[in-house]
Structure formats: C-alpha cells, structure tokens
C-alpha cells in the first residue's frame, strides 16, 4: 500500500492518509477483507506519529469503511451499502490520485509565493523581474492599439499562423540583423514570451533521464521546466566571466548531454556577462560533443557600459545555437510576445509541438508589436529606458554603500535589471525573507536559482521596477532585516528545504 505524504499541504497528515486508503477502497485496490498496516508499523514508513495513523483509522472506521478489533488488526469492510447511505451513490474524486508525474515535479509554489508578496500594497517589491511602468511606451501602444481594431475585418482580429505572421518575422528578422545575427523570417517562430520557447524546447528534446547543463546560478523557471520533464540536469558554476567553460569541458566529457542551457548576456541572476573568449569555447565544445545550444537573450539590450559581446548565435557556424528573446522586458511584460530564431528543421517541429499548446501567439499583440517596431520608434524607446535603469542601478548601488552592512557583498552590472548579492556569513536566508516582508521589502532568495537547496547566501534584487523614491527606502528596510535576523537565532520554516533537485 502506497500513500504519499505532502508536508507542505495545508492539508492534515491524518485526512491525507485517511483520503488515500478511502481512495483504494472505492477503486477497488483494497478489497474486503484486506488488512491494513499496523499503526505502528505505517507511522514508521511515512514518518509520521503513531497517533496521526490512528486518527486516520478512526476516520476510517466512523466512516463505515474498516473495522477493528484487538489482535486481528483492522479490516476493510465488505458492507458498501452502509458507505452508499452516507455518502450517496458516489464519491468526489480526490483529485491528487489523477495528477501527472510531470506536473508533480513542477509543483514548486516559490514563483507564486513571491508574487503574492511583491503585490502587497505595503511592499516595495525588489523580486520582480519585470519593467517600470513609468517607462512603459504606453501612448504609442495604445495609438498603434486603436489604429487596428478600428479597421473592418483587420487580420489581427483572425488566427494567424503557429509561427506568427509573416510581417512581424520579418521584422524581427531586421532587428536580429541589427544585433548581428543572420536570420531569414522563415527561421524564426513568435512566442508567447521566450519561456515558451524553453519549455517547447524541453518538450522536443527531452526524455525523462537526458542530461540538460545549466549555469548555476541560473534563470529559476528554466530550471523548473527541465525538471518538470525529468531532466538530469548538471550545473556549472558562474564567475565574473560568466559560465566556468573549464568546468562544462570536464562534465561534456563525463556526460552526452542534449541541451546547454545559458544566459550569456547580463545573466540571470547574476548579472554578468560571458567573456568573448568563454563564448568561443563554449561552441567550440559544443561542436565537438553535438550538444545544441539555448541561447536566452531578455537582457542585452538594457546595456549601461562596455562594448557590446557577439551574441553566441552571432558566433556559431555550424547550426548549433537556438536563440530566445522577448519584448516583454523592453515593452511591457504583459505584452507577452518572444521569438525563437533557430535553423528551419528545428522550426518545424517546434511548430509542431507549439500549435498543441496555444495554437500561435495573441493576434493583436503582435501586430502592435509589428507596427512599433516599423514605427522607428523602438531603438528610441530602448535608448530611454537604458538610461533610466542606469540611474536606478546607481541610486540602488548609492543606498546599499551608505552605511553598508558588513560582510554584505555584489558585482555591479553593466547591463540587465539585477543585482546579485551575497549576504553576510551565517544569514539564514528564509528568516530574512519573514523579516524583510514585515518591514515591507521582498527579494529572491538565491536558492531558487541553484539546484538541490543551494545558494541560501545569495540574494537577487531587481532594480528596474521600484522608482527612483522607493528604491532607497527599500534598500534601508532590506539593512535593516539583515542586521535583525543576524541577532536571531536561525529558525527553520515549513518547505525552507523544497528545491528543485537534479534527477540522478
């Protein structure tokens, strides 16, 4: 008999233990007659109090489901017409018994719990990862909006094609050849944001036990995604030059990995950026072990200093690179539309796989996007908020300097919407999140971007969304937890150790 216990359900241990077997019973799994385990015995297997086991039974047995009797243990019942009496001709399922392994392994509520916190009226959010709404081209948009749903029978009122229409590939073909890269329209598919691309990605080419590499740290819901489809997924560690290419050399050679995962342009979360020379060796090892490439770009354009890196698309001559962007970190990040630019036999079965999830992306928000970026506007709009993010990242890097926490940590980034810190020695990282949401600050902790419950001395904060007012009082809020929760001694909360872990 086999019953899963869920220790972070709200859920009683006792009612999920007396749901389960409930569940056998009516399916037919327990058959009268049968014995269940005893007390002790099934306290001992899940973990669980004697008298959790007990309760369970009790239920049971109120119930009219099992019997008990001193010495001969408990037994599933036969009489079902008493069960029928009481609860009607059927049952409500229990809905746990019918979820996919897949989504099992997605079920990690970090993501929602940080935005349920970021939306509280009385938090100065630093854990979003999305853009300033003073800086959104919100005018332009919403012209460009009524321009096209005014026309009669307008196309971005119909279905356009899985891959997006033709007009805006082309366009986003002409803004890749701006950055370099070589694309024809036809080897490009719209999105409905870049983390589709890496989820349909995982879909194409993963099976359950494949090995994917990663950064570590790296972007928390592309490690969520390979999970969820029972990746092995393998972490290489990050430095100021971005992914160690001396580390990934040795693992390509203990491992035939399908997929490089990698965020080379002002990393998320780090913020740093690849080194032309790590770039170069990267491919170089990925020609020579035939693993293909994800290459994840949200960021390169929000550059505030330095000579702009090639892209690893930019670089690679031999078809290995998937590339993956968004406008929804320039725009605004309801606008959900990305791209993929990848040679034409990987866009057929993307495309494939894609028009099973949502057919194409929104029609009306490509063509807005389509017409910004005919408009000439964008590289104008892109020009204004790098600058404004500067300015953020440098009120933020001003606030954290004034009276600095010691033993407080980060690397100043060039480009992108973070910063990457390290805490103090000994910071326990779940209570100075407790503590900075009661003084009304949220952040990332850095074990949602490390496998296996890493990187609890780290910590992400986003400097792009908060304004310019907010940002310093946020940053003395923040101190302010951290000197506290130094003082406290360390407390453990439920699901301070759920993490996403590696498949091994």
Not at 90 to 113: H, T
Not at 129 to 156: C, M, R, Y
Not at 191 to 217: W, Y
Request: charged fraction near 25%; include cysteine; charge should be neutral.
């Amino acid at each position: 008999m086999q019953i899963k216990i869920d220790r972070n359900s709200r859920t009683p241990m006792y009612i999920q233990i007396r749901n389960q077997i409930r569940a056998m019973i009516f399916d037919g799994r327990l058959r009268p007659g049968s014995l269940l385990p005893p007390e002790r015995k099934l306290a001992e297997s899940l973990g669980v109090n004697r008298s959790t086991v007990l309760t369970a039974y009790r239920e049971l047995k109120a119930d009219g489901l099992v019997d008990s009797h001193v010495g001969r243990g408990t037994m599933v019942l036969s009489a079902m017409s008493e069960v029928s009496e009481s609860y009607g001709e059927f049952d409500p399922p229990l809905y746990n018994q019918f979820f996919s392994q897949l989504s099992e392994r997605a079920n990690d509520p970090l993501l929602r719990d940080l935005l349920v916190v970021a939306n509280r009226k009385d938090i100065i959010s630093f854990s979003a990862g999305i853009s300033a709404i003073e800086t959104d081209p919100v005018e332009a948009l919403k012209g460009i909006e009524e321009e096209i749903v005014s026309q009669p029978n307008h196309e971005a009122l119909k279905h356009t094609p899985t891959e997006g229409f033709w007009s805006l590939r082309e366009a986003i073909a002409d803004l890749m050849h701006k950055r370099g890269i070589g694309v024809t329209p036809d080897e490009i598919l719209v999105l409905s944001g870049s983390q589709q691309g890496i989820d349909i990605a995982a879909r194409v080419f993963i099976d359950p036990g494949d090995v994917v590499i990663v950064e570590e740290p790296s972007f928390f819901s592309a490690l969520q995604i390979f999970s969820a489809v029972g990746a092995r997924i393998i972490g290489v560690p990050v430095d100021d030059q971005g992914m160690r290419v001396d580390v990934l050399e040795q693992l390509l050679q203990r491992y035939r990995p399908k997929l490089i995962y990698t965020m080379p342009t002002y990393q998320n979360p780090s913020g740093v950026s690849m080194s032309l020379e790590r770039r170069r060796r990267l491919l170089e090892l990925a020609y020579r072990r035939k693993a293909l490439v994800i290459e994840d770009d949200p960021y390169s354009e929000i550059s505030f200093e330095g000579a702009r890196k090639p892209y690893l698309k930019e670089l690679d001559t031999y078809g290995y690179v998937i590339y993956l962007s968004t406008f929804s970190k320039i725009l605004f990040p309801g606008i959900r539309i990305g791209w993929m630019a990848a040679p034409k036999p990987i866009i057929h079965q993307f495309t494939m796989i894609r028009q099973l999830q949502d057919l194409h992306a929104n029609s009306i928000s490509q063509w807005i996007v389509e017409r910004f970026l005919r408009s000439g506007r964008y590289d104008a709009h892109v020009q204004r908020i790098r600058e404004e993010y500067r300015i953020r990242r440098d009120i933020m890097l001003d606030a954290l300097l004034e009276d600095p926490v010691p033993g407080l940590e980060w690397i100043k980034p060039t480009g992108g919407y973070y910063l990457w810190c390290k805490l103090p020695e000994g910071t326990p990282n779940m209570s100075l999140m407790v503590n900075a949401a009661d003084r009304g600050v949220s952040y990332v902790p850095g074990t949602a971007f490390y496998l296996g419950g890493k990187g609890g001395q780290y910590m992400r904060l986003n400097y792009t969304y908060p304004s310019r007012e907010d940002i310093p009082k946020g940053i003395e809020r923040l101190k302010e937890a951290i000197t506290a929760t130094l003082k406290r001694p360390p407390h453990k909360y439920p699901g301070e150790e759920k993490s996403i872990k590696p498949i091994v």
